[in-house]
């Protein structure tokens, strides 16, 4: 079956700029989370999404937003874009949430803040 | 607050030859702890995972057992092979997955024939 699914996969913004990205997890997975990935940090855990509610946040500040739809696709959104935002935002889905369940990557899309 | 720490690498060996990689973690409470891997091209995917002390998680040769006193998870394989070359992540989960997973910052393996 299809897997995780993220898009765009590389774009490049300005400074002050806002992105959308987007995530649509495998077929009947309700839960869908979101990482930032960059050398100097690692995976840092941003937030998670069930059934169309945020379940969890991780340590972002507020320009980091993001919202699941019925259909369980995700997106999230960075506002007023600074250079220490390039990384790669990882979208990970799983069937249900709750700890030791099995999270499913996609290969990510890489966001370049100029 | 919790964390991992791993070898960053990168880690070269040649094929056939043992693998350890070393995790340790801080975390309140008794975490799950996992093994993610990231193979050229793909995203992260789970390799093994273990849920309380004691637990030894196994998968495609590879195995980790969950130390508790002595706050370790250790990757091991006895014999490895050009096709494990990839970025090992150690992570673990904690409070009900309140904070999501915590990563280290990942291994790099390189196999070579």
């Known amino acids: 079956k299809a897997g995780v699914t993220q898009t765009p996969r590389y774009l490049i913004k300005t400074r002050g700029q806002q992105v959308t990205l987007s995530c649509s997890p495998i077929?009947?997975?309700?839960?869908v989370s979101w990482y930032q990935q960059t050398p100097g940090q690692g995976l840092q855990f941003l937030f998670e999404?069930?059934?169309?509610?945020?379940?969890n946040k991780g340590n972002f500040p507020g320009r980091f937003s993001g919202r699941q739809f019925s259909n369980s696709r995700s997106e999230m959104n960075v506002s007023t874009l600074e250079l220490g935002d390039s990384a790669l935002y990882l979208c990970a889905s799983s069937i249900d949430h709750g700890t030791t369940r099995e999270l499913f990557f996609g290969e990510g899309s890489r966001l370049t803040v100029l | 607050g919790d964390s991992v720490t791993q070898m960053e690498g990168p880690v070269t060996l040649s094929e056939e030859a043992f693998l350890t990689i070393n995790c340790t973690y801080t975390a309140t409470g008794y975490p799950s702890l996992f093994w993610y891997v990231q193979y050229p091209g793909e995203g992260l995917q789970l390799l093994l995972k273990?849920?309380?002390?004691?637990d030894k998680g196994s998968n495609k040769g590879f195995e980790a057992t969950y130390r508790k006193e002595t706050t370790s998870f250790h990757l091991e394989k006895g014999s490895v092979q050009v096709s494990d070359s990839a970025v090992y992540f150690c992570?673990?989960?904690?409070?009900?997955?309140?904070?999501?997973?915590?990563f280290g910052k990942g291994t790099h393996l390189i196999i070579q024939p």
């Open positions: 077929s009947g997975h309700r839960s």
């Open positions: 992570a673990l989960e904690s409070g009900g997955g309140a904070d999501g997973l915590t």
């Open positions: 999404y069930f059934s169309e509610t945020q379940r």
């Open positions: 273990a849920t309380k002390a004691d």
